[in-house]
């Protein structure tokens, strides 16, 4: 959807003095120092996919806010490019004439920054309404239009209020609406909820998530908070000096960081918090089978829960403790301790690692993660969460069939 290609940016009076600096492997701060330019971006590079949200993180001053207004031409880089997909041929807004900008952002690219910059004279639908009145549509249309956006934002019966009669939270779901009013298909977001009380703002995050849920936009937003990042992103890309380090899903930042950098960015996550069905489980491949009859699987470690694979690659005969068994999915209303004993829990690759270690934990038995068509892909057990703690804990991914260190109780 969009690609960023080693975009450099400068800020200063001698953007070439600094860039040569640089090559010759000045760092930062002494650049700063001897020709007072900042280097904000340092060959940043990173793909969007369509229809994700994508976090920026990174310390103050590591560039993440530059990289977000290069994506709609408000920053141009000395050097590289941005491509965003079209109808036509990719554009670059870092390179677009004004009138080119000037499409881009009234129909492809919208944005939301921290502070919403509401007028206070206009009412919530004339503020909404801001956007479309550059275009040519008639004043029924516009309205159709900013009734729909602010319906969706919850602010249905408002639209007549003034910024002022609002607070802070409903405020900044104007400037969403706002940003929504255009259709576009990019949103950009500056650390939008940053100024909001935390209740308010958690309230906001899970807002923001049922509207990705039905609009499927492609979404990149600056956050400082590293809660908010890992709660709200499809993938993070950390950010150091004007450079993305690391690039990768919530996960696989937590348990696989790149550089003491990140290491250290995500020592305090609680892997609770984070990890995920398809970086906990035994994979299909890894799991062991009967030595007297290969096509069964063995879910356990004892060989007590184990099962045969249909052609399609769907559980099929189960079995537990030599009785037959049934599969369950997983649902928040089972009383798991009241479960029958020929039961196995089932959950998609997305389980996380507290559903997982509460179904393992009431149970005794593993829980089987099946695909979207129903087909076997690994199993979490006790021994899988604890190995992915240590993983966390260390820094690194646990590899399947190691076991975990022991601990004196």
Known sequence: MISVEHVYKVFGPSPREALARLERGEDRDSIRKATGNII???????????????????????G??????????????????????GTAPRIDPTAADAETLRQIRLTR???VFQQHSLLPWRTLRQNVALGLEFRDLGRAEINAIVDEKLELVGLGDWKDKYPEELSGGMQQR???????????????????????????????QDELLALQR???????????DLDEALRLGSRIALMEAGRVVQLGTPAEIVTSPATEYVKRFVANVNPLAILRGGSLMQPLESLPRDPADARVLLLDRTGHCRCTLSAEGRPGVLSIGGKAGRLVAYDETLVLEALPEDVLITGPLETSM?????????TGRPMLLLDGDGRLRGVISEWDILRAMVGAREGKRAEPGVEPLSTAV
């Open 174 to 204: 104007v400037g969403l609406a706002r940003a929504l009013a255009t259709d576009a298909d990019i949103l950009l977001l500056d650390e939008p909820l940053s100024a909001l009380d935390p209740l308010i703002r958690m309230r906001m």
């Open 40 to 62: 904000a971006l340092a060959d940043a590079s990173l793909e969007v996919r369509r229809g994700e949200i994508l976090v920026l993180m990174g310390l103050s001053g590591s």
């Open 64 to 85: 993440k806010s530059t990289l977000l207004r290069c994506l709609n031409g408000l920053v141009r880089p000395e050097r590289g490019r941005v491509l965003i997909e």
């Open 354 to 362: 507290r559903t997982a270690l509460t179904v393992n934990h009431s």
């Open 109 to 111: 690219v919208s944005m």
């Open 214 to 224: 039905v609009l499927q936009k492609t979404m990149i937003f600056v956050s400082h």
